[in-house]
């Protein structure tokens, strides 16, 4: 049985499962560069760069750092390259960095259900209800995010210059 969950544990796996949703959505989505795809790729990678953080406080397995601490170091640097690609306009090298680092988060979770002495699988044999509800508020908080974001496209950006009923006169 793995030892009691911590706050690190504890913000480590809620910024997991929000990296695990906001990611999918972002990925799946068609339009890439809306102001959504924007401001979810920021709430995605806040919520990675909290996963990566907190991996280097989280040292149970072992007792010390290991493997997956290394990965938590190249997860770190295609973060920071996607983003530095996107600012400097290298769209190509953005998403391949910002889908990699999806990938791999993919990766560490079936490495973390795939073991059965990890504490989500031991929540899932142990604490059933307790896991639904931790999975239903991760996805009704970020759906509700997702779906307020989504509103972003039906109202019209008005620039400074222009009004509801056409540009200004001057």
Do not use: E
Not at 2 to 22: E, M, N
Not at 59 to 73: E, K, M, P, Q, Y
Not at 105 to 123: E, S, W
């Amino acid at each position: 049985m793995p030892s009691p969950w911590t706050f690190l544990i504890a913000l480590h796996a809620i910024a997991a499962g929000y990296a695990l949703i906001f990611g999918a959505v972002n990925l799946l989505r068609r339009n890439k560069g809306s102001a959504a795809h924007k401001i979810l790729g920021r709430i995605w990678a806040v919520a990675m760069y909290v996963v990566v953080l907190t991996s280097f406080g989280i040292r149970t397995i072992d007792g010390g750092f290991n493997w997956l601490h290394a990965l938590s170091v190249l997860t770190f640097c295609t973060l920071t390259m996607g983003l530095w690609s996107v600012r400097r306009g290298n769209i190509r090298a953005h998403q391949r960095f910002m889908t990699g680092s999806y990938f791999g988060l993919i990766g560490a979770f079936i490495g973390v259900v795939a073991v059965p002495d990890r504490r989500l699988p031991q929540m899932a044999i142990h604490d059933l209800a307790g896991l639904t509800l931790w999975v239903a508020a991760l996805t009704l908080t970020a759906g509700l995010t997702v779906a307020g974001l989504m509103q972003l496209r039906r109202k019209p950006v008005l620039s400074p210059g222009t009004r509801k009923y056409g540009p200004t006169k001057l």
